[in-house]
């Protein structure tokens, strides 16, 4: 099972979703763990009766709230590891007690996922506080204008951690449009691509083309299964 980890403080449980679903539509078991403090995911991904800890299939999709551990889930499944139950696990986390217990030091891929407010960044960058080895993290960049001196200054408060940036940079638009559209996509409990704009789509298919096309696939199959998403297939 590839583990693959999006840190920071920034809601990040939609991206999650989103990117998980492109990652089912193309064969994928998925299994996307909430690892955040305030644990969005119990009220994004309906289930019918929550309890401290549950996993729960939402789009053909495993989402896991509340545990402490891999081990811990295993558990809950009564399975002796999760590699015979998924190909790919997701880990969402905004703390270093989820960082260290999900040894995500190990993971065979890190993105560092914020905006640009001083809230994000800082808090974000604290979950590096306690790691003590060098942390490779690529950049996924929620601004409108996509300024350099944002990221210059995201640098320069990271100058503190055991941090080496990736030269890749992925960047989300912040429109208003596209977060109306997620809304709505809570609302009604479904993954809708249809109405997200071009540019948030194309970002979306960027991060999960450079995991996939690792696995194997084409950049075609990944093109197709975003299509299909869109027409809600």
Do not use: C, H
Not at 43 to 69: L, R
Not at 71 to 84: A, F, K, P, R, T
């Amino acid at each position: 099972m590839k583990k693959i980890a999006f840190i920071g403080a920034y809601d990040k449980t939609d991206l999650l979703l989103y990117i998980a679903k492109i990652f089912q539509t193309v064969g994928k078991r998925m299994l996307v763990v909430d690892s955040t403090i305030l644990q969005k995911a119990k009220y994004i991904v309906p289930v019918i009766n929550p309890t401290k800890t549950y996993v729960t299939e939402y789009e053909n999709i495993d989402v896991a709230v509340g545990f402490e551990s891999f081990e811990d889930i295993s558990d809950y499944l009564g399975v002796e590891n999760l590699d015979s139950q998924y190909d790919v696990a997701f880990i969402d986390t905004d703390n270093y007690e989820g960082f260290n217990n999900f040894k995500l030091a190990e993971a065979d891929k890190s993105y560092f996922v914020t905006s640009f407010d001083v809230y994000s960044l800082k808090r974000g960058l604290e979950v590096f506080g306690g790691v003590e080895t060098t942390t490779k993290l690529t950049k996924v960049l929620f601004s409108k204008d996509m300024k350099k001196e944002e990221d210059e200054y995201l640098e320069f408060l990271a100058m503190n951690y055991n941090i080496e940036w990736e030269k890749e940079r992925i960047y989300f638009p912040f429109e208003r449009g596209d977060q109306s559209i997620i809304f709505e996509n809570q609302r009604t409990s479904r993954i809708k691509f249809k109405n997200l704009s071009s540019q948030y789509k194309d970002s979306l298919t960027y991060l999960a083309s450079g995991l996939l096309e690792t696995e194997g696939v084409s950049s075609g199959e990944i093109r197709k299964a975003v299509r299909k998403i869109e027409k809600g297939v």
